[in-house]
C-alpha cells in the first residue's frame, strides 16, 4: 500500500467522494492501526448501549504511547485483514459516533499549540492511499467544509485539550511512568463516563443515554478528567 501526504492549505480545494456506491467501500476499514481518543470511546460506547468499561475490554486493545508514555487505546483488529471490530457489509456499526479519525479521513490534521499563548494552529493534508478510490470525484470541498460536513467540531473541541495534558507529561515527567501512574491516568481518561456522579449514582454514560443528541454532560466530565489527569502527572513528579 503506498500512502502519499500532500500539504492542503485550509482553503485549497479537493474533490472526495465516499459511500456504499464507491468501488472500494470499507477497505479503509481494514489493516488497522486506529487509535481512539477518550472522547471517541465514550461516544462509541454510548452508541452500542455499553459502559465504557465493556467497550474497551471487547473493542480496544491498551499500549504505551511510544513518545509520550501515556496509556493510549487503538481499535482492536480482526482478522483475516486486520479489519476493525465494528465494521459490517452494510458499514460502520456506530457511523453517527464514528471517531475522530474516521471522520477526518482522507485528511490528516496536526495542531500546534504555542506554549506561551494556548493558541492552536491547525494544518491539513490530504492522504492519497492507492486503495481509496474517492479522489477526484464528487463534491468539492475545503478543509473547513470537510471538518463542518463530518460533524468534527465537538470531537476536536474535545481532543484538542489533550494536547496540553501530554505537553505536560513531556515537560514535567519525562521519565516513564510507574504502572501504578499509568493505571491511574487511564481510568482517568478512558473509564471517566463509568464512574457514577456523586449527585445521583448513575454513572455519565447511563445518565446521558436518554438524551441522544445532549453530550454537554459527557464533555464537562472530559474536562474534569484532564484536569485529573495533570494533577495525577503533578503528584507524581514530586
Ligand atoms: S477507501 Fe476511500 S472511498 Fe473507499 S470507502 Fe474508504 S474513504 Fe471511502
Ligand atoms: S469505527 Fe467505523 S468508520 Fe472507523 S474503522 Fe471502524 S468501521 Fe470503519
Not at 460506547?45 to 508514555?69: D, I, K, M, N, Q
Not at 500546534?112 to 492522504?127: K, M, N, W, Y
Request: contains cysteine; aromatic residues 8%; proline residues 8%.
Amino acid at each position: 500500500m503506498t500512502e502519499l501526504f500532500q500539504p492542503l492549505a485550509h482553503d485549497t480545494p479537493f474533490r472526495f467522494h465516499c459511500g456504499p456506491d464507491v468501488t472500494c467501500f470499507n477497505r479503509c476499514c481494514r489493516n488497522l492501526n486506529q487509535f481512539l481518543y477518550p472522547y471517541d470511546v465514550v461516544r462509541m460506547a454510548r452508541a452500542l448501549g455499553l459502559s465504557a468499561g465493556e467497550f474497551l475490554a471487547c473493542y480496544t486493545r491498551r499500549h504505551v504511547g511510544p513518545e509520550t508514555g501515556l496509556p493510549v487505546v487503538s481499535l482492536k483488529p480482526q482478522m483475516p485483514g486486520r479489519h476493525c471490530p465494528l465494521v459490517t457489509l452494510q458499514g460502520c456499526r456506530v457511523y453517527n459516533d464514528r471517531p475522530a479519525s474516521c471522520r477526518l479521513y482522507p485528511l490528516a490534521r496536526a495542531v500546534v499549540r504555542d506554549p506561551q499563548t494556548g493558541s492552536i494552529e491547525e494544518r491539513f493534508a490530504l492522504i492519497r492511499e492507492d486503495h481509496c478510490q474517492g479522489h477526484g470525484g464528487g463534491t468539492q470541498w475545503d478543509a473547513r467544509r470537510w471538518i463542518e460536513n463530518q460533524g468534527l467540531s465537538p470531537y476536536n473541541c474535545n481532543n484538542d485539550p489533550l494536547l496540553a495534558v501530554i505537553a505536560f507529561k513531556r515537560h514535567r515527567h519525562p521519565q516513564p511512568l510507574p504502572p501504578q501512574v499509568g493505571d491511574a491516568i487511564y481510568e482517568s481518561l478512558y473509564l471517566f463516563a463509568d464512574t457514577p456522579d456523586v449527585s445521583d449514582g448513575k454513572s455519565t454514560l447511563a445518565a446521558t443515554a436518554a438524551r441522544p443528541a445532549d453530550f454537554t454532560e459527557i464533555e464537562g466530565r472530559l474536562s474534569a478528567a484532564y484536569d485529573a489527569v495533570v494533577e495525577i502527572l503533578k503528584e507524581s513528579a514530586r
